[in-house]
């Protein structure tokens, strides 16, 4: 079902694939999150019902320890039984309320805290383009600045995963144009 890959090589690869991010084998998946982790629906509550509750009450645990997450910021948990070692939870902004700014931010630390665990592989989703209400363009767009402007100690390879047409073929113009 994960039909369509598109790779980019900006010195490391960038591949965008659609399909259901909750299937993909990778160091870590990134979770489009609230501040509160309370992962009740989209993407979070994807992860949730496939890798399992444990991610959801270490996630509990996390935002008791530390409060919630700052728009434009990331928290780790396990990755339950998921292909994958870790979740990194990203907050992004809500459309009208917070800016393009935080949804940099959301997917730069989200690369940055996976070379902090030293990852070397990394699955993202369209974050806050679903409940958080963003144009697919406009997320295609800072995905694709804050990828051209990275440069990686050890990550080598970051998936984009998008849910359905409309996103992938949003993703693949902007790409093809910007990368
Ligand atoms: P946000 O609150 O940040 O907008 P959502 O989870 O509502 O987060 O949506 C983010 C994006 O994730 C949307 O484009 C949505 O279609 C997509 N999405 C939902 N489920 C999945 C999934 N299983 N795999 C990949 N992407 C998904």
């Known amino acids: 079902e994960d039909y369509l890959v598109k790779t980019f090589n900006l010195g490391f690869e960038v591949d965008l694939m659609k399909g259901d991010i909750t299937k993909i084998e990778a160091d870590a998946i990134v979770n489009a999150a609230n501040s509160y982790l309370s992962h009740g629906g989209g993407v979070a509550w994807a992860i949730v019902r496939r890798g399992g509750e444990a991610i959801q009450r270490e996630s509990d645990q996390y935002v008791r320890e530390h409060g919630p997450v700052p728009v434009g910021e ?47 592989s ?51 113009k902007v790409f093809t144009r910007e990368l």
């Open 74 to 120: 990331v928290a780790v948990t396990g990755a339950g039984s998921l292909r994958a070692k870790y979740v990194i939870h990203a907050v992004g902004p809500r459309y009208g309320l917070e800016g393009e700014d935080k949804l940099h931010s959301a997917i730069r630390r989200s690369l940055e805290k996976a070379e902090e665990l030293g990852l070397r």
């Open 122 to 172: 990394l699955a993202l989703p369209a974050i806050s383009t679903g409940i958080y209400g963003y144009p697919m363009e406009v997320c295609a767009r800072v995905m694709a600045s804050v990828l051209r402007s990275y440069k990686p100690k050890i990550l080598e390879k970051v998936i984009v995963v998008l849910y359905d047409d409309m996103a992938y073929s949003t993703f693949e």
